[in-house]
């Protein structure tokens, strides 16, 4: 902790030697890399941002050694990814210990969905054609979105490459090979076509399968001195495909749209907690996933003034879990799942001046799930959500407000179905440029907003509660961010800093009511969340040939439990919630060659709500070097990558119970055309 | 201690355990020199699902010193995932860990592990090991794979085995006779199973089933020979039931006013029954097994509310009542009451689900 302190003050420093320049946004045109100029702009809406915003682009994602979505997300502050360990485990993610229900995830604008978890798995998403990783915390400043994106406390937005030509070419695309350690391999390949002046398309496949059987070391005490064996992880396969294809339409001018779809199916095994003495507990279970959806959005602008805009969406996720080892009188445990969602939004912007603009959004959410158990209730839920928006945007102040109206409507074709809902979720946020001479932002945000129940809350047999109340949660955030471009060497540096105050009401727990075997989710639970977020950006131009990226996140979070003072662990952290945790990456550019560091870190946690010596897990550090080499050829750019993971090699867990694989070994070879 | 005495008390006690193993067919939980006074507790913690945590804590009463992870630092390795069932047997205690699948044999006094038993079936696959009783030497043990393993308490190995019905719970013998409450627990979304298995000790057969009632968990007899057991129902239109099978009858009778009876344990022929009715604190109801009649709806006499009792032991020594108190997430307690209902003392957050103490 000392070391990793002391290494971000050293940069720090290093940074900060350097004479004041008045604000120069010319830096771009000096280096004249298209990379800079993109980062230079998107790390500006960073800085404007009312609340806290952090895009991770392509270059920047390219620099973080990361497979899967899961693995870049990891960088940001204020994150806690909940990772089962191996490609295949599950990732969840919470941001400022909200926990995972309160963190919507977006697909190109529109939210993925599991009414019936709650929670996407974001280790399903790879990055391969990923162009931007967005995440909000509390709300974005752009009014004009549908009505849903503004439901959650925290949004990842995932973009999309979008098709782009260079020069006459009608063609372009990009096909990537990747190998690695314990069975990874991984092709993919990415097209995109003009089909004519103003219609573009892609398409893009992908392909992974991995073994996952990595070696770890089971420790059977947590002292230097207890026993250990050396194991093997079983049952840790993955096996997965996407097909994306999407339409890019420029109408007109002034209207625009897009239509994509998107299929996914994967095969893998549930490898489960290493239970001592008996790792083949759970040798057997396994899960399939088929997940579809078409997705579309229509934009068009009427006059300056007006703008329009309509989404739609057809979502299907099937799910297929077996457990063939259960010593039930079947022999086995299978569950089938299919939840369907049907989705529109219509949304209106009105700016009648060019400082202050007006958004309405309507959104209608139909969602049904299906399972294969005997009298299941099989529910629908139809939501409608209505939100008014203003914004206020000048040189030095920019202010957003908002009000979103949900109302549900539930049912079920068998039994009672759950209590319709009506929420009123109010946020206010500004950012206030005080110094005109240097690019200092103040903000604060407040933001109410909720989580309803998911449909195991509500319909789990035996568990589920018709009558739950939706999960509270209120932030209040207040914040800095400061971006200068100092030197001619030391082209930009950009400080985050955050302190935030959140609040979790009515959460949704699963509690016994008498008995082991008489458990109800219920509405007890009651959170109180004090944080800070410190990020720190910098990038120097060393040499005329060599540039150096480097960055840092901190987090402290101190997350504690405040449902009953007769509870044993009243006032106790939450279990999994480091109070200290970070991460850092460098990475050096020399012509086409790239050498990046990175560094994942957290303090240490407990893995019960208890926090007593005998539920301590250890910190960890997970160190990871790539280098990288482009070669410009007459058909395209081919680069070739290496990249050597978790260099300590440590199984480090993040779930107890749940190793990570050590030292890893990963090899891509991409031809861009 | 100097090392020649310790060298002659090793000698003493040696002598006293080829004795004991020589003149070993006591019945019940006879040790090799039962104290005057209990000086220890051996309390075993059950632990979460899937958490490796479950643990055996001891607490020496005179020190008032409790070792949390008392097998962890005995033995450099944690007990394993979910333990549910101890026993002392002579000078030798067994723990039942579930989802480790094992049999850990540990040395009472020094609680060093002599030998970790494997419960698996052909084909590597666990057990499920689940509750335990002892008589002549042997130790039986209740296994979710539908069968009742036998373990021999001198070459602490495993010697035979019987199927019963599905998912075996508590474990009784008497005169003989071995009698199992087949709960069908993992049954569950098919009704679970309703029987009582009685097999022969001598052959280890099965000699016939009982029809008792939906999901039988906990089995204790009298020293009538009367056999009485927990019917817990299927949390829906069957509740749950406190029942008795007269010694020399094949037919079950409920015994009345019992609400939601969970684990109970019998000693000195008054039986102390968890009842767990919904949406109230637990409660103790002591039943007279001579007399058969309920002699009070609420041991505990001073007031003291334990929302949620994972588990009741009696100290036969003292006739002191433990109850382990939890809430199935994080650690709970054990309570200590005399014999008229009073807390004598409380052991808060010993391990997670608390459950089985052991006397010594």
Known sequence: MRQFIQSVCLLALITSIAPPEAAAQSVSDTIGLPEVVITEQLSDREMRATAPRHILTGDEIGQLNALQLSDAVKHLPGVTIRDYGGIGGLKTISVRSLGAHHTAVSYNGIALSDQQTGQIDIGRFSLDNVEQLTLHYGQDDRIFRPARTFAAASALEITTVAPHFTGESRISGKATMRGGSFGLFNPSLLLNGMLSEKVSATLSGEWMRSRGDYPYLLRYGPSGSDSTSSERRINGDVENMRLESSLHARFTAHSRGDLRLYYYNAERGLPGATIYYNTLQDAGQRLWEKNFFLQGHLAHAFSRRWELQADGKYQRNHLHYLDPTYLGAEGKVEDLFTQYERYGSLSAHYRPFPNLSFAASSDLISATLHANRQGFATPTRLTSHSVIATKWVSERLLVTASLLRTQTFESAEHGVAGTNRLRLSPYLSASYKPLHAHDLRLRAFYKKSFRLPTFNDLYYPQVGVRSLLPEDAEQFNIGLTLGRSPATHLKQITLTADLYHNRVDNKIVAFPTGNLHQWSMVNVGKVIINGADLSLESLMQLTGKIMLQTGGSYSWQDATDRTDPRQVNYGHQLPYTPPHSGSAHASLGFHQLQLAYTLIWSGTRYSNGYNDTAYRMEGYTDHSLSLQQSFSTRLGQLTLIGEALNLAGRNYEIVRNYPMPGRSYRLTLSFHL | ?360
């Open chain 2, 1 to 360: 201690m100097n090392v020649n005495r310790q060298f002659y008390y090793l000698l003493i006690f040696g002598a006293l355990l080829l004795w004991n193993c020589a003149n070993n067919d006591n019945p019940g939980e006879e040790g090799g020199g039962t104290p005057d006074e209990t000086t220890t507790l051996l309390i075993l913690n059950e632990g979460s699902m899937g958490m490796n945590n479950a643990t055996l804590a001891r607490y020496n009463l005179q020190e008032d010193l409790i070792t949390k992870e008392y097998f962890l630092d005995v033995n450099k390795r944690g007990l394993g995932d979910v333990a549910n069932d101890m026993l002392l047997y002579g000078s030798k205690i067994y723990i039942a860990v579930n989802k480790s699948g094992t049999l850990e044999v540990v040395e009472a006094t020094t609680g060093k592990s002599l030998r970790q038993i494997r419960m698996e079936s052909t084909g590597g696959q666990n057990k499920e090991p689940r509750r335990l009783a002892a008589h002549g030497g042997k130790v039986y043990v209740t296994s979710f794979d539908d069968t009742v393993t036998r373990i021999d308490t001198v070459s602490l190995a495993i010697d035979g085995s019987v199927n019963v019905g599905m998912d075996p719970e508590g474990i009784a013998i008497k005169n003989n006779r071995i009698y199992v409450a087949n709960s069908g627990g993992l049954n569950w979304a098919n009704g679970y199973d309703n029987t009582l298995s009685v097999i022969n000790l001598t052959s280890l057969t099965e000699e016939k089933k009982i029809e008792v009632g939906t999901n039988p968990g906990t089995v204790q007899t009298d020293s009538q020979g009367d056999i009485y057991l927990t019917v817990t129902g299927n949390y829906g239109d069957e509740p749950g039931a406190f029942k008795v099978i007269h010694s020399g009858s094949s037919t079950v009778e409920i015994i009345t006013g019992i609400a939601s009876p969970q684990k109970f344990v019998i000693n000195d022929n008054k039986a102390y029954i968890i009842s767990g009715a919904y949406g109230v604190s637990n409660s103790l109801v002591v039943y007279d097994c001579l007399e058969e009649k309920i002699i009070s709806d609420s041991f505990i006499s001073d007031g003291t509310e334990i929302p949620i009792m994972n588990n009741v032991t009696v100290d036969p020594v003292s006739g002191d009542l433990f109850v382990a108190s939890t809430d199935y997430v994080h650690p709970g307690d054990l309570y200590c009451f005399d014999k008229n209902g009073k807390m004598k003392y409380r052991l808060t957050a010993v391990g997670i689900n608390p459950s089985v103490v052991v006397f010594q």
